[in-house]
Each structure stands twice: as C-alpha cells, then as structure tokens.
C-alpha cells in the first residue's frame, strides 16, 4: 500500500528564510505525489504535483519539490518565507483517483 | 474560477442524530469524494463516487454512512446515526477524471461537532 510520512508536525522560520517542508514515500510503484495546503478556514489547495514528468516540480507562490526516488523523499521547498505563507501543508500520494495524505506540517513565519 | 462548495460551513448535532453533509462539485467534474479529518489527525480518505455508484471507500466508511448524487448538482454525505467520534472536519472533492495525476478541488469543510 502507498503511503506518506511528513516529518515535523510543525515548523517554524523567519520571514526571509528557506522553508524546507519534509516528505517521505512509500510506493512499490512510481507514485503519484501532491502538496496541498490549507490556510485558515479554507480548503485545501494545491500547490504542485510530481506525475514522473520532472524530478523538480515548481508550484504556485515561489514553492517547488524535488522528487528523489533514492530517498523515497518528495521536500517541499521555498527560498523564503513570507508572513503569508503561513498554513498547513499536506503531502499526498495518489494510488488511483483517491488521496493518500500525510499528517501534515503547520508552517509558523516568524516576523 | 469554478470552485467545490459545502454548507453548512458548521455543523452541531446530538449523538444519535442524522446529519447530511452538502457539497457542490465543480460542474463538469466527474469524480467526487469524501475525506475527514479529526482535530489532530491526518485527512482521511472516506469514498469516492463516479457515475452515479460509490467507486472505492475506505474501512471507515461503514454502514451509517452513505452517499448520493440527488438532484445531478448536489453531492451529499449522510451520516445516519451520529456518534462522538464522528466529531471532524469534512472535505468534499471533485475531479475531471479518476486518474491518478488529475487534481482534486477540495471544498472549504463542514466542521462537525456531536454532543
């Protein structure tokens, strides 16, 4: 079974800072890999998603993710944060029509 | 911009009741899904619907639970005897198609609460 694992429940930078959001598969087959996020009273969003086409997949609002089939690992990146970053983001994975989430990680951006 | 949409936006409701749970997928969508996520926890994949009959749900979609496309619109989630630990946020979503590469919308949640 397919399956994610987000490391840090909750991260906290300076406004101005690399935001480094971590994600870890597992897949017997080349997944399908997501980040959404949520920001307060709203529903989830999506911001990129890796469909085997590139390795580094660029999103919306400065984010991108690098899949590294040698790490198992999907990280989601931006070169710095902003105040309106701050949300909760999900990493999912895809095994046909429906998602598999990962627990999820709270960004905190510190001014 | 076509968006998924759900009311009611909160939800109270005594153990035992019957709740339902709107959702107005995006127009020429064709998938629809349920997903929750209890206070703390991950989202959790209930049921998908395609074509008018439940496609795939998870162990946790059990009997109290239904689905249903009423009206060609509206897609509902009808829980039929509410318990505590059915206390969640509930997602309703839509895609084009089932695959596994094609994007979901996800509405904004119903937040409900049994006392």
């Known amino acids: 079974a397919q399956s994610v694992t987000q490391l840090g429940s909750h991260v906290s930078v300076s406004e101005g800072a690399l935001v480094l959001l971590r994600c870890n598969y597992s897949?017997?087959?080349?997944?399908?890999l997501f980040w959404y996020v949520q920001y307060p009273n709203q529903g989830l969003q999506l911001l990129l998603k890796y469909t085997s086409a590139a390795t580094l997949v660029k999103g919306i609002n400065g984010f991108e993710a690098e899949f590294k089939k040698s790490e198992t690992s999907f990280h989601l990146t931006k070169p710095s944060a902003h105040m309106s970053d701050a949300a909760e983001y999900f990493c999912?994975?895809?095994?046909?029509?429906?998602?598999?989430f990962g627990q999820g990680t709270t960004l905190q951006v510190k001014p | 911009e076509p968006e998924v949409t759900q009311t009611p936006s909160h939800q109270v409701t005594q153990m035992g009741q019957e709740v339902i749970l709107r959702c107005v997928p995006i127009?020429?969508?064709?998938?629809f899904y349920w997903y929750r996520q209890i206070l703390g926890q991950k989202v959790e994949f209930l049921v998908s619907f395609y074509n008018n009959e439940i496609s795939e749900k998870s162990e946790i979609f059990d009997d109290q639970f239904s689905v249903e496309r009423p009206d060609g619109s509206n897609f509902t989630l009808k829980i039929r005897s509410t318990k505590l630990e059915d206390s969640a946020m509930y997602f309703c979503?839509?895609?084009?198609?089932?695959?596994?590469?094609?994007?979901?919308?996800f509405g904004q949640g119903t937040r409900l609460t049994v006392v």
């Open positions: 999912a994975v895809s095994p046909g029509g429906k998602l598999i």
């Open positions: 897949s017997s087959v080349p997944p399908y």
């Open positions: 979503a839509s895609s084009r198609t089932g695959n596994t590469n094609t994007e979901a919308f």
């Open positions: 127009s020429n969508h064709l998938y």
